[in-house]
């Protein structure tokens, strides 16, 4: 795992350990054909993945979906 501080970005295909109000949630980032929400694959042009791309372990990004707004801190990077 990629822990904070590395140089590693999240992309396509990246497995992602976040926090999401206080909860741990393991996402790979894929691309919308391979999507499943049930499984922890979210697509990369949804809001939460367009906004985790590029981002690196100790990353906080604030996502406003149809739900309201969540936070989103990403811990490690697979």
């Known amino acids: 795992m990629v822990e ?16 999401a109000d206080g909860e741990r949630l ?7 054909a391979e999507a499943d929400i049930a499984e922890g694959r979210i697509s990369v042009a949804s809001p939460v993945g367009r906004a985790l791309v ?3 372990p100790g990353d906080e990004v ?9 936070r989103y801190r990403l811990i490690e990077i697979g």
């Not at 904070?4 to 926090?19: F, Q, T």
């Open 4 to 19: 904070a501080g590395s140089g590693e970005a999240a992309s396509i295909g990246s497995l992602l350990l976040v926090e």
């Open 54 to 56: 590029g981002r690196r």
């Open 26 to 32: 393991s996402l790979r980032l894929v691309g919308s």
């Open 62 to 70: 604030t996502v406003t979906t149809p739900g309201g707004e969540t």
